[in-house]
């Protein structure tokens, strides 16, 4: 069990320029979940998939965003035409769905400012 | 929608001391979940401690435990014999039984301080 390993650790970008963050959860994990945290803030709820399969999107989310999790491994995270108001540290976490107990790994997170 | 509020931004405490964090939510449903996470500055939030709203003993972990007040929506973190690398940030987060996507409703934190 190596843990849930995000990459980039640190992205600055441009204001304008395409993004793009990966996330690769433990290995026997079918849930898998990314959260946004800005500074001073709880980390709040974007997008999870289960296997493959998008299951929910937060209206945080919007048009420019978009997640994938081809063969229900490793999750990316695009964000397109970034803004300052995406600054912010994506974490990505994971879980193997059991019934009344599942339990969530945290990775350590992307941290991207935009400028 | 379920709201999770820490009203205490920083909190300090001396080593081998006892210090509580407070956390209230606002829920209109009967079953779920409680957590407290702790974020030291390697950015990794780390489970702590759970509750599930079922239960009435107040759940523990080793130095930490918790008082949770199911009809005043109250659910407070105790740690005992703060050491020094207790010192982080400490997430309270509600999940609903009834979302399938088990999603983590989060507080906005409370900074916590170990002095020696």
């Known amino acids: 069990d190596t843990g849930v390993s995000q990459d980039p650790r640190h992205k600055i970008t441009k204001r304008g320029q395409n993004v793009t963050f990966r996330c690769d959860p433990i290995?026997?994990?079918?849930?898998l979940y990314w959260y946004r945290q800005t500074l001073g803030q709880g980390p709040e709820f974007l997008t999870y998939?289960?296997?493959?399969?998008?299951?929910?999107k937060s209206r945080l989310l919007s048009d420019r965003f978009s997640a994938e999790r081809p063969k229900g491994s490793f999750s990316t995270l695009e964000i397109q035409r970034t803004e300052q108001g995406d600054s912010a540290m994506y974490l990505c976490?994971?879980?193997?769905?059991?019934?009344?107990?599942?339990?969530?790994?945290f990775g350590s997170g992307t941290q991207l400012s935009v400028l | 929608a379920q709201t999770v509020t820490q009203s205490q931004p920083e909190m300090s405490v001396q080593e081998a001391e006892t210090v509580t964090l407070s956390c209230t939510y606002d829920?209109?449903?009967?079953?779920?979940?409680l957590f407290w996470y702790k974020q030291p500055p390697s950015r990794q939030m780390i489970l702590v401690i759970r509750?599930?709203?079922?239960?009435?003993q107040n759940a523990t972990e080793n130095r930490f435990s918790v008082n949770f007040q199911k009809a005043a929506k109250s659910f407070s973190l105790k740690i005992s014999d703060s050491q020094l690398g207790d010192a982080a940030m400490y997430f309270c987060?509600?999940?609903?039984?009834?979302?399938?996507?088990?999603?983590?409703?989060f507080g906005g934190g409370t900074r916590l301080m170990v002095k020696p």
């Open positions: 976490a994971s879980s193997l769905l059991l019934v009344g107990n599942e339990k969530l790994f």
């Open positions: 290995s026997e994990h079918n849930r």
């Open positions: 998939f289960q296997n493959e399969a998008q299951l929910e």
């Open positions: 829920t209109s449903e009967s079953d779920y979940y």
């Open positions: 509750q599930e709203a079922y239960k009435q």
């Open positions: 987060a509600y999940r609903s039984e009834y979302n399938a996507g088990n999603m983590l409703t």
